[in-house]
């Protein structure tokens, strides 16, 4: 079955495979928010596997293969493994009077089981879509995080900030603190932290960062007990600052105390895929949002290129297109467009008739994002950069296109 938000037919299934009854680590961490949970989640495994915990993280979607979602002691889960998991699912949905399950529900509690199996020190649960009804949450989180909020999803959370806030914060656990990883949340997140008994830690608050020199930065947060802890000298991750800071503001709540080198060879040693990842001329960034397209082109905009700036372009029909475009074309030279297969599909000439209508000329459009990469490889001129972005689908079939 395809999305169908609510938590029961999941809690079901997880209660017959007696995934409610004992936590599945010693210390739970479920992050939430619109952009920048892969990062947040990405930096919280190494900075844990870099003071000696033994760690899990879930994440969704995946860009070339499935065992990407899950990550067991730093390495992604094997094949059998991942069979095991969905058979016990399937075994439990079965025990009784069967219950349906959606794809992310069947993925999420076939991961819980593997955690579950392996009870490491900490479990790093990314929400998929919203957060109160969302399948991970029926763990309990020691720590929330909320890293930003922003309109995406519209059919399943709708436009209002105020709503998808709530959505979010569904989170929240009463008497467990939560992470607060942007300065521009609704009100209705720290309305529900009060409503819900939940202990709220903001970023700019109860915890900060500054640049202290060239790719440096340093943080000052909170430990347990309500300790202040400041680090020095962190290396630039390649990532977002703020996402950096909550990952060590959650990590300290998550009864971690922070060791200053721990954290640098953490920081230095972190990767992303698909996350301004740089591959000779070309950089690839999952970002789908107008939130997103101008962090890249801030991101962008800080590091000179002596050549054009090519955007190549490939979104699904959902997505705000013209929010994307807009926000990129404060960086774009170039533009191609290319078309995204499948039940959300948007073609390369819709997406072209958005750059147009942004007063930006449309150097090529393709039948696929592959087809794009192959018509703009035989016209980069050395100084030349491509970003690739606007979708999951963009960045993971051309990831596969240069290995191959």
Known sequence: MGIDLGLDRVAEVGRRMGLLDTPPARRVITVAGTNG????????????????????????PHLLRYNERLRLNGVEASDAMLIAGFEAVEAARL????????????????ALWAIAGIQPDLAILEVGLGGRLDAVNIIDADVAVVTTIARDHSAYLGDDLDGIG????????????????????????????????????AIGE???????????????????????????????????????ATALQALALADVILDAAACRLAFADVRLPGRMQWLGQWCLDVGHNPHAAAYLAGRLQAMPCTGRTWILLGMLGDKDAEGVIGALSTVADAWGTVTLGGARARTAEELARHVSGSGAAVAFQATSPEAGAEWLSSWLSPEDRVLVCGSFFTVGAILAWMQA
């Open 37 to 60: 949970k892969g990062s947040t989640v990405a930096m919280l495994e190494s900075l844990a596997r870099a003071h000696g915990l033994s760690t899990a993280s879930y994440t969704s």
């Open 206 to 244: 109860d915890f900060q960062w500054h640049e202290t020199g060239p790719s440096q930065w340093c943080w000052h947060g909170c430990g347990l007990p309500a300790d202040n802890v400041s680090l020095d000298d962190l290396p630039d991750p390649g990532l977002p600052l703020d996402n950096a």
């Open 95 to 110: 025990d009784g009077d069967p219950v349906s399950l959606s794809y992310f529900e069947v993925g999420t509690l076939g």
């Open 166 to 201: 709530r959505e979010k914060a569904g989170i929240f656990r009463a008497g467990s603190p939560a992470v607060l990883g942007s300065r521009d949340l609704p009100g209705s997140v720290r309305e529900t932290a009060t409503a819900r008994g939940t202990p709220v830690l």
